[in-house]
């Protein structure tokens, strides 16, 4: 079993939709949650993090972090073309320094 | 917000030269710094944990000796490929932390070795 599971897509949305993106985990230990965005041969960006239980908005995106599923999503809303980019959730035990990675999904919003 | 410069951000060279590949944290002192790497189409690979005035930590796999990590201050880390070959062709990224805030990533270097 992966240690961060994420389908690797493509999502497709049309523009001005939610795009739900989701993330699961193993170590239950883990305590800081990232999302990153990738554009094709960009580095990644980070577009939200989050620590506690619950939701967490900034702008059109919104995290959700659920610790006893070991579950955490990104939604964004009022999806772009612009918003077309591979994303990638991190996760990271406070006992160790390195993120742990999924492979990310590529999301596609088509005009 | 956070900033992390990364240079050169490409490089073509012969095969058998060293490169070397420096990230730098430009508003904040990063405890740690971060190497990654990434072949097209691949997810990041981990390369090394380095924090600064130590050794770095080295993910299995990774020639220590064939990459060579320097962090000697809490603003410059810097990454060595000696003796490149084709092989060692690829984008590498580095990223930079202040405590329990999160990575931020340089823009890349992406190395080509011919």
């Known amino acids: 079993q992966k240690e961060v599971e994420q389908n690797s897509g493509p999502l497709s949305v049309p523009e001005g939709a939610i795009a739900s993106l989701n993330c699961t985990y193993s170590?239950?230990?883990?305590?800081?949650f990232f999302w990153y965005r990738q554009y094709s041969g960009k580095s990644p960006e980070l577009i939200m993090f989050?620590?506690?239980?619950g939701d967490k908005e900034d702008g059109r995106f919104t995290a959700q972090l659920n610790k006893a599923s070991q579950y955490v999503s990104l939604l964004i809303r009022d999806s772009q073309p612009s918003d077309s980019a591979t994303y990638l959730c991190?996760?990271?035990?406070?006992?160790?320094?390195?993120?742990?990675f999924g492979t990310g999904t590529r999301l596609l919003v088509s005009p | 917000g956070a900033v992390v410069s990364q240079h050169p951000s490409r490089v073509i060279c012969k095969s058998g030269t060293s490169v070397k590949i420096e990230c730098r944290s430009l508003?904040?002192?990063?405890?740690?710094m971060f190497w990654y790497r990434q072949f097209p189409k691949q997810s990041l690979m981990l390369m090394a944990t380095?924090?600064?005035?130590?050794?770095?930590?080295?993910e299995q796999g990774v020639e220590k000796d064939k990459f060579l990590i320097n962090h000697a201050s809490l603003t410059l880390s810097t990454l060595t490929v000696t003796s490149a070959h084709p092989e060692d062709s690829s984008f590498y990224i580095c990223?930079?932390?202040?405590?329990?805030?999160?990575?931020?990533f340089g823009d890349g270097t992406r190395l080509s070795i011919l």
């Open positions: 990223s930079a932390e202040q405590g329990n805030q999160p990575q931020h």
């Open positions: 170590d239950r230990g883990s305590q800081s």
């Open positions: 989050i620590y506690s239980n």
């Open positions: 991190a996760v990271k035990n406070t006992g160790f320094q390195k993120l742990v």
């Open positions: 508003d904040f002192q990063a405890t740690t």
């Open positions: 380095s924090n600064e005035g130590s050794k770095a930590t080295y």
